[in-house]
């Protein structure tokens, strides 16, 4: 190949860049967060990995990935007898390459499962058997690379009441008599636990971050899971900010009332929607400190209580992320860099965070 004095100085440029861009002199998030003993992580979509910014700064910055997609039913179970590993195994050994721990999500979910699955009209028993088989294989599978799973995602409604759902009650995969409570939830840990004794095994909610009747109905079972020996590790809080902003006591007072029964907190897909142009342009310049100043107070809230061991975002950078989806593209720019990677005023909020918090206790 040719390489001309233009092309060269192209190479030096790039390259450069990439290496001021990783020279920050207090550290990177990562390191920061390393030295806290905070995993820092990212929801992380396989289609992007062929991206060198989205890879340089996933790697550069977070400590932990966690699929966004490629865990769920619908992606790895395309029929009812295979399996298809390839796109989460693709980002487990892309985590493991750059020394991040993996969280996977999720092994049970009202949504996103397939269609032979929803309109299969199974029996209660088939749909046991094909649970048991699917967290034995999938969590099997990962055994010793995953760490921490969420196994049930999105259980109860914002009355913190159950969700009807395949699992729980339409038909659901237990008897009648039991089909009224969380046995499905109790079940779904108790195979993950068989499948995996060493990872750590989380409920995953949203919109249940602050005290009120969907996260009374998580402590609740949370309360009962403990007291009777299910194996349940810690309490996966979304926290997809998508309205304003929270109310921080509440949730503070939430992680407390949680950790004191010995679960860990895990904040799972933080993201903190601004106003943009149909261009995703921020529309208030403002927002952005705005923005900042909240994800300050949830890794400050975070960083005071030990039980509360990582803080993830729901994507890498703005260029790519759910929260358009979600609000018919009226809110966007919900992350930590910006469209062209760059780091945002919240990037820097948590490190400030992460260098001036007190520790927990
Ligand atoms: C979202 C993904 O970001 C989208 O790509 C997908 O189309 C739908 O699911 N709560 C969860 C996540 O637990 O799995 C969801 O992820 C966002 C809400």
């Known amino acids: 190949m040719r390489v001309t004095g233009k092309c060269l100085l192209c190479i030096v440029l790039v390259a450069g860049f990439g290496a001021a861009q990783s020279v920050r002199p207090e550290g990177t998030l990562r390191q920061l967060a390393g030295r806290r003993g905070l995993l820092i992580g990212a929801a992380v979509n396989v289609h992007y990995l062929s991206e060198a910014a989205y890879t340089r700064t996933l790697a550069r910055e977070f400590n932990m990935a966690e699929p966004e997609d490629a865990m769920k039913w619908a992606a790895l179970r395309p029929c009812e007898n295979c399996f298809d590993f390839t796109d989460a195994d693709t980002i487990v050994n892309f985590a493991r390459l750059h020394d991040m721990k993996v969280r996977g999500h999720n092994l049970l979910w009202h949504s996103y499962n397939p269609d032979w699955l929803m309109q299969g009209h199974f029996t209660s028993k088939q749909l046991s058997h094909l649970l048991q088989d699917h967290i034995s294989h999938v969590a099997g599978h990962y055994r010793g690379k995953v760490f921490a799973w969420d196994v049930v995602n999105e259980a109860f409604d914002e009355n913190g009441k159950l969700r009807n759902s395949i699992w729980y009650n339409q038909p659901g995969i237990s008897r009648p008599l039991e089909s009224q409570n969380t046995f499905f939830i109790e079940q779904a840990f108790r195979w993950a636990h068989a499948a995996d004794p060493q990872a750590l095994l989380f409920y995953n909610d949203s919109e249940a971050e602050e005290i009120n009747p969907h996260s009374d109905a998580i402590y609740a079972m949370a309360l009962d899971f403990k007291t009777r020996g299910v194996p349940l590790d810690g309490i996966g809080m979304q926290m997809h900010f998508l309205r304003g902003a929270p109310n921080y006591d509440s949730i503070a007072k939430n992680i407390k009332r949680l950790t004191s029964l010995g679960l860990q907190i895990h904040i799972t897909e933080m993201d903190v929607a601004l106003p943009v142009d149909a261009a995703g342009r921020v529309l208030h310049v403002n927002d952005l400190q705005w923005q900042a100043n909240v994800y300050r107070h949830i ?59 007190a520790y927990g206790h």
Not at 303 to 316: D, E
Not at 332 to 350: E, R, T, V, W
């Open 299 to 357: 890794a400050e809230i975070c960083l005071a209580n030990s039980g509360c061991t990582a803080l993830q975002t729901w994507g890498v950078a703005d260029k790519y992320s759910w929260v358009g989806w979600a609000t018919h593209h009226t809110k966007g720019a919900a992350l930590l860099f910006d469209k062209n990677y760059q780091p945002k005023p919240a990037y820097k909020a948590i490190k400030n965070a992460l260098l001036h918090t």
